[in-house]
C-alpha cells in the first residue's frame, strides 16, 4: 500500500525505493555547518532542541524532513541569522512518494477539501510517528532501516498539509477497529491517540469513527478518497497495494453519495474525541 490519503506510507510502487532530496541534504549541511560552528556534538545540540541524537543525525544526513519546530529551535540555538529557516524554506515535499501518487499528492495541497474514509490503516495525514514505523515495520517483503526513514521522511513531509492547508477543509471517517488492533503495540497505540486527538483540535479538521457495531454502513466496498479542487472540479483516488488512479465523473458521485451517507452513520466529531479518550484511558 502507498502513501495515498489514506495509504500506510511513502512507498514506490515496484520500480524501487526512493531516495532523499539533494534539498534536503543541503539543509542538513547547514544545520551540521552551524552546529560544528558552535562547537556542539550531536548528543550536545539533540537536548537543546529536544529532539533525539538520531533524528538529529537523520535529519543532518538528509534522510529526515525537520519538523517546524526543529527549525525553530535549531536556529535560536546555534543563532543562524535565519540562514536555518531560509534553507527550510525551499525543501522539496513529493519526495518519498509512489510516482502514481504525485498528482493528487500536488492537487493536495491546493485543494479545498479533503474527505478521506479508511478501513485499512489510520489515515496518513493522522499517523503518529511511532504508528508509521510500526507499519513500516510490518511491510512484506521487510524494508531496510534506511528505506524505512525515507518513508517516515515523506510521511513528515505531507502531514505539513494539515496545519499549513488552513484553506483546506479535511474531513476523516475512520474504522474503530483500526485503533483497537494495536499495531505497533499498546504505547504506539497511545502515542497514535494522542496524535490523533491534537489533529482533530484543529479548526479545519473534521473526524468520525466509524463504530465497531454497526448494521448499517455505506463504506462496505473499501476506503474512499474525495477532493475539491480551487475551481470547484471533484476528483478521487482509489489505491490497491501496488497501484492507484485518479478518478473523474460520473463514478465521483456515487463516492461522493457513499461518503455523505457514512457521515450520518458515524459517530459525531464530538462523541468520536470523547471515544477515543475513553479508550486512550483505558490502555
Request: one cysteine or more.
Amino acid at each position: 500500500m502507498t502513501d495515498g490519503a489514506g495509504g500506510t506510507g511513502g512507498t514506490t510502487g515496484a520500480d524501487g525505493e526512493p531516495e532523499p532530496s539533494d534539498g534536503l541534504k543541503a539543509f542538513g549541511e547547514v544545520v551540521k555547518v552551524f552546529r560544528k560552528r558552535a562547537r556542539l556534538t550531536q548528543e550536545e545540540f539533540a537536548p537543546r532542541v529536544r529532539y533525539s541524537v538520531p533524528t538529529v543525525a537523520s535529519i543532518e544526513q538528509g534522510r529526515r524532513f525537520p519538523p517546524p519546530a526543529f527549525v525553530d529551535r535549531a536556529e535560536e540555538v546555534l543563532d543562524a541569522f535565519g540562514v536555518i529557516k531560509a534553507a527550510a524554506k525551499h525543501l522539496s515535499r513529493q519526495r518519498g512518494l509512489a510516482k502514481w501518487f504525485h498528482h493528487w499528492a500536488q492537487l493536495e495541497t491546493d485543494a479545498i477539501s479533503l474527505s478521506t474514509y479508511e478501513c485499512r490503516v489510520v489515515p496518513g495525514l493522522l499517523q503518529s510517528d511511532t504508528y508509521v514505523r510500526a507499519v513500516f515495520e510490518n511491510r512484506v517483503p521487510a524494508l531496510s532501516d534506511d528505506q524505512i526513514e525515507v518513508q517516515l521522511l515523506a510521511r513528515t513531509e505531507r502531514q505539513r498539509l494539515l496545519r499549513e492547508g488552513r484553506h483546506t477543509e479535511y474531513s476523516f471517517i475512520i474504522e474503530e477497529a483500526l485503533f483497537l488492533r494495536r499495531t505497533g503495540g499498546k504505547e504506539t497505540t497511545k502515542d497514535l491517540i494522542d496524535h490523533v486527538l491534537q489533529c482533530a483540535e484543529l479548526r479545519n479538521v473534521e473526524l468520525q469513527v466509524m463504530p465497531l457495531q454497526r448494521e448499517n454502513h455505506a463504506g462496505l466496498e473499501g476506503p474512499i478518497q474525495l477532493l475539491e479542487t480551487t475551481d470547484h472540479r471533484l476528483l478521487a483516488y482509489s489505491e490497491g497495494q501496488r497501484t492507484g488512479h485518479l478518478i473523474s465523473d460520473p463514478d465521483v458521485s456515487v463516492l461522493q453519495r457513499r461518503y455523505a451517507k457514512m457521515r450520518s452513520q458515524a459517530l459525531t466529531h464530538e462523541d468520536t474525541v470523547s471515544l477515543l479518550e475513553r479508550m486512550r484511558g483505558a490502555l
